[in-house]
């Protein structure tokens, strides 16, 4: 198990750096096709289409070949799409080749987080904590090295870093061995025999689980829509707000996901010691009072304090309300994850959609206060969702705990 834990590490890894590529370049990506931020949006909105189609098309790539070859496929798409973002193709052409890359990637964190849930019963919250610190150092280690590489003026190696990577992943999952889990990985089983019953579709989300259901949905929208914004847009806001240098904005992204990692490291311990719902309602809260911050920052040295504290918030919210919504809802482990990262592969494309378009028609601080308003319904949802919890405990007080 801990074999798969850690070549699942490797692949949120490789997730991490894939989803921050485009961002981390993006300057001189637009520079060099003469284009502006509503282009740049719509090129993210792209990628993450093809992320929402990876996951919803993952339950039949599983049936039809198993998890194992799903993630080989995936992963080589990834890598494929990777090498010609750096032949630099027409600007039309860069089109397609988003909506490769969104769908392996989107497909393998859709495949790993639903093995991870559904596999490991006690401490989910750190075995999942675990995967997205890999993802954090991922997102983190591909500005600097993206801020060198432009530095150099050698951007567009940046690209092969990832298909690199990308290829080491192939290698381990093709000739790992796992044990027992060998079977899960490799067979094409049908959906009513993996024993979380999801023949049953939407009627497993019947009445009150529908509302948790539909609550979880919005919350994973806008969380991974304004993670991916400020991940894809940090550096385009601090040139645009403050003058600075391509390379130097390009660092802020790096700050962001140190800060992500660092915060990830303990966000499991956290969540399984002061319960998951108590974690995300007071990240959301934390999250949201420092977006409220951000339009206020006018120096470098606020803005990337500001940046810090705010991935240090955000660092345990995916991972955690991942692990707390499938909790809310037993007996829906395979299905609840990838509807939920759907969800946030939605978010992730329509929300940096609205950002470039923003960033071109408003000022900068009218986008940043956009992203405070996103804050503001993550601290009602997580809030609402607090209370549906707490109303559950108290119905079950006087009666016998179920598992």
């Known amino acids: 198990m801990k ?45 993450f289409t093809g992320f929402l189609l990876g996951v919803l098309v993952s339950p039949w790539f599983n049936r039809r070949f198993g998890k194992r070859v799903e993630l080989l496929i995936a992963t080589g798409l990834l890598c494929c799409c990777e090498l010609l973002y750096m032949a630099l193709p027409p600007w039309g052409w860069l089109y397609i080749i988003a909506l490769g890359a969104g769908f392996g990637f989107g497909m393998i964190e859709a495949v790993i987080g639903t093995v991870i849930i559904s596999a490991i019963k006690e401490n989910t919250a750190i075995a999942m904590s675990r995967l997205e610190v890999l993802f954090g150092i991922g997102a983190l280690v591909m500005p600097l090295i993206a801020s060198g590489l432009m530095e150099a003026g050698y951007w567009r190696i940046s690209f092969a870093v990832v298909a690199l990577f990308g290829v080491a992943t192939i290698a381990f999952w093709a000739k790992g061995s796992f044990g027992e889990m060998d079977q899960v990985l490799d067979q094409r089983s049908a959906p009513e025999k993996t024993g979380t019953q999801p023949s049953k579709g939407m009627r497993a989300y019947s009445g009150r689980r529908m509302l948790i259901l539909t609550l979880f949905i919005a919350f994973f929208f806008l969380y991974v829509g304004t993670e991916m914004s400020l991940a894809n847009f940090m550096p385009a806001m601090l040139i645009e707000k403050l003058g600075m ?66 991935g240090l918030a955000m660092s345990g919210i995916f991972s955690i309300a991942l692990v707390f919504a499938s909790k809310l809802l037993p007996g829906t482990e395979e299905a609840t994850p990838s509807i939920l990262i759907a969800s946030g592969g939605v978010g992730g494309a329509v929300l940096p959609l609205l950002t470039g378009w923003s960033l071109d028609h408003m000022a900068v601080n009218e986008t940043q206060w956009m992203f405070a308003g996103f804050a503001g319904g993550l601290l009602l949802i997580s809030g609402l969702a607090f209370r549906i919890q707490q109303g559950n405990l108290e119905k079950t007080s006087n009666c016998p705990e179920r598992e």
């Open 245 to 310: 240098k391509e390379a130097g904005a390009a660092l802020s992204v790096t700050c962001f996901w140190i800060a992500m990692s660092v915060g990830r490291i303990f966000a499991g311990y956290i969540a399984e010691k002061f319960e998951y719902r108590v974690y995300v309602l007071f990240s959301c809260l934390a999250s949201a009072v420092l977006l409220l911050l951000l339009p206020f920052t006018l120096q470098v040295w606020s803005s990337f304090a500001v940046i810090l504290m705010l």
């Open 3 to 47: 074999k798969l834990i850690w070549i699942g590490c490797l692949s949120y890894f490789l997730i991490g750096l894939a989803h921050v590529i485009l961002g981390s370049v993006l300057p001189v990506v637009l520079e060099h096709y003469n284009r502006d931020y509503s282009d740049s949006g719509t090129l993210i909105f792209t990628q």
